[in-house]
């Protein structure tokens, strides 16, 4: 599961990192937001979503995305 | 008047949360684990890093056991405050709109805070009046009051708005000023700001017994 914080909400942690790449020489970087990776094993795929509902995202500030 | 205070592992502030209480009335710990709110007529739920702070502030503490008789408890019209953590944990739990995201700062930030009194006709803020200013200490990392916009013209307008940061008090960058809000019944308050750090003169100041003492 990729969480990201929804669009539109101040993320300054992305801001931080937007700003620290040109300092390295990386220029053309723009939009950058920081989320986290939920890795796991599940029997039962469909469950996901709820899980995601539920406690490893909170739907009212991130997105969320499944990936298999 | 018996408050319980929760802890959680990671809880911080229970003891100072305890003492607190004990210059109004009695004071009980409610231990995460247990379902039991030892009859109490008002819950608090402290400061600290419930459960390490993982996944997100307040995510797990929030189906801890305990919690759930909280809720049950919040639902029924008993007495809950949030307090830092615990108002986050209150957050997640729907027990009080918005959420609480990192400070724009993104540091740790420790000082004392003026706070105006937007709404005091709920129990836990009855010992005030409306404009009051009360100097209380705030102590995190992930303070930033926010909510989409139609619920924060929401909360002002039902003056669920219970605490703003005073002019160029806002250190965190929470929306509209907002230190803490309250349910639409009243009885839940959530803030940042530790009420119970500022119950002697020793430490500065006492309004934080204006908070946790309106009750009792």
């Not at chain 1, 990201?4 to 040109?22: C, F, M, S, T, Y």
């Not at chain 2, 100072?16 to 379902?35: F, K, N, P, S």
């Not at chain 2, 909280?70 to 949030?82: C, H, I, P, Q, S």
Request: with cysteine.
């Amino acid at each position: 599961m990729l969480i990201r914080p929804k669009a539109g909400i101040l993320d300054p942690q992305g801001q931080a990192v937007e700003r620290a790449l040109p300092a390295l020489g990386f220029g053309g970087v723009s939009h950058v937001h920081v989320g986290r990776l939920v890795e796991l094993d599940v029997e039962d795929p469909s469950k996901l979503p709820e899980m995601c509902e539920r406690l490893l995202a909170n739907p009212l500030i991130e997105d969320y995305e499944i990936q298999s | 008047m018996k408050f319980g205070v929760v802890r959680f592992p990671g809880s911080c502030d229970e003891v100072d949360a305890m003492l607190a209480c004990q210059r109004v009335g009695e004071a009980v710990i409610l231990w995460h684990q247990d379902t039991d709110l030892q009859g109490v007529d008002a819950v608090i739920v402290p400061g600290g890093f419930s459960y390490g702070d993982y996944l997100r502030v307040g995510a797990i503490a929030r189906f801890a056991p305990i919690m759930g008789e909280v809720e049950r408890f919040a639902r029924n019209g008993g007495l809950v405050l949030g307090i830092c953590n615990g108002f986050q944990v209150l957050c997640e739990a729907g027990l009080l709109s918005g959420a609480l995201l990192p400070n724009t700062s993104l540091r740790f930030v420790c000082r004392q805070v003026e706070l105006e009194v937007v709404n005091a006709s709920i129990p836990w803020t009855r010992a005030c009046s409306v404009g009051d200013r009360l100097s209380i200490p705030a102590k995190h990392t992930t303070g930033r009051y926010w909510a989409p916009d139609p619920v924060l013209d929401e909360l002002e307008a039902d003056d669920h708005v219970v605490l703003r940061y005073a002019p160029g008090e806002n250190f965190n960058g929470s929306a509209r000023d907002i230190a803490g809000v309250c349910n639409a019944a009243g009885n839940v308050l959530g803030l940042m700001p530790h009420p119970e750090h500022a119950v002697d003169v020793l430490t500065g100041s006492v309004d934080g017994l204006k908070l946790i003492g309106a009750p009792a």
